[in-house]
């Protein structure tokens, strides 16, 4: 058995100490149990090194995603646009008393038609990751990463939309 199968198979972790985390299921195979005392340093230097690429990995997705053009600038107003229906229908279940909630400033149609890639990499992260359902999130995430690797905006929402409507009519009579 290979490091990479025995950590796997007994999801071994390590902890700061340098201390292996085994599922109990080990205490029933001596022999995987002697692999894992006589190989614990390579073990530790390969859980190690895959949490460094992992690292890696989401860098590199935070440098993409920085990368999208009005991104934060359209988060930060969809938030505050939200932020405030809350506190307005808060205000109006309060019987309309005191000062009304201000508006926020930024005009999300505004910042729609500014940022079209930030808005559909938003569309793709709902589909992807509000939702309770999984074809709906596989079609969100598969347009994430399209949106992310610099493919068409455009054609990756129209191929999400298409797979969760074709998704929907497929299984429209399941039980």
């Not at 990368?67 to 359209?74: D, F, K, P, R, V």
């Not at 038609?113 to 992807?128: G, T």
């Not at 610099?150 to 929402?157: F, H």
Request: with cysteine; hydrophobic share 35%; glycine share 2%.
């Amino acid at each position: 058995m290979t490091i990479p199968e025995i950590v796997e198979k007994y999801t071994i972790r390590a902890n700061p100490n340098k201390n292996l985390c085994v599922r109990r299921e080990i205490l029933k195979h001596e022999d995987d149990k002697a692999y894992i005392k006589e190989h614990r340093d390579e073990i530790i230097a390969y859980i190690e090194e895959q949490k460094a690429i992992e690292e890696q990995k989401h860098l590199e997705r935070l440098k993409k995603m920085n990368a999208i053009e009005g991104l934060q600038e359209l988060e930060d107003a969809s938030i505050a646009w939200k932020e405030y229906y809350i506190a307005y229908r808060r205000f109006i279940e309060d019987d309309a008393e005191g000062k009304a909630p201000k508006k926020p400033e930024a005009s999300l149609e505004e910042l729609v038609r500014k940022y079209p890639r930030a808005n559909a990499y938003m569309k793709a992260e709902s589909y992807a990751y509000s939702s309770s359902n999984n074809a709906r999130a596989a079609a969100g995430k598969k347009a994430l990463e399209r949106i992310l690797n610099g493919e068409d905006y455009k054609q990756a929402i129209a191929d999400m939309k298409k797979e969760w409507r074709d998704y929907c009519e497929e299984h429209v009579f399941d039980n």
